[in-house]
Nanobody
Framework: VQLQASGGGLVQAGDSLRLSCAAS????????LDWFRQAPGKEREFVAA????????YYSDSVKGRFTISRDHAKNTVYLQMNSLKPEDTAVYYC??????????????????WGQGTEVTVSS
């Protein structure tokens, strides 16, 4: 399975963006998916997770209430709707697929596939 992350861009504080993580195969529908981000000079940070069915989700405290993760099985795509963006949301965002939803980040070896990243820049 290949994951293609897209939707990043340059926006102003308070704006919205929707990121997409599209999979190359329908088997993607059997994977849970997490979004991570990595800002320049910082470690990778967990952002959000969604279960295989899409019925469960989990967010980091830094994005809770502003970001929404969802998935469309028909399109083999997981979305990250980002509202009320802040300069501190500036980062490269990555999606990663894993077999089991854990209600939070998992250990790195548990991720079967990673997307290539899409850059989000929020200006103040």
């Amino acid at each position: 399975v290949q994951l293609q992350a897209s939707g990043g861009g340059l926006v102003q504080a308070g704006d919205s963006l929707r990121l997409s993580c599209a999979a190359s195969e329908r088997t993607f529908s059997s994977y849970a998916l997490d979004w991570f981000r990595q800002a320049p000079g910082k470690e990778r940070e967990f952002v959000a997770a969604i279960s295989v069915s899409g019925s469960r989700s989990y967010y980091s405290d830094s994005v809770k209430g502003r970001f929404t993760i969802s998935r469309d099985h028909a399109k083999n795509t997981v979305y990250l709707q980002m509202n009320s963006l802040k300069p501190e949301d500036t980062a490269v965002y990555y999606c990663a697929a894993k077999r089991y939803y854990s209600g939070g980040p998992s250990k790195t070896p548990e991720y079967a596939f990673w997307g290539q990243g899409t850059e989000v820049t929020v200006s103040s």
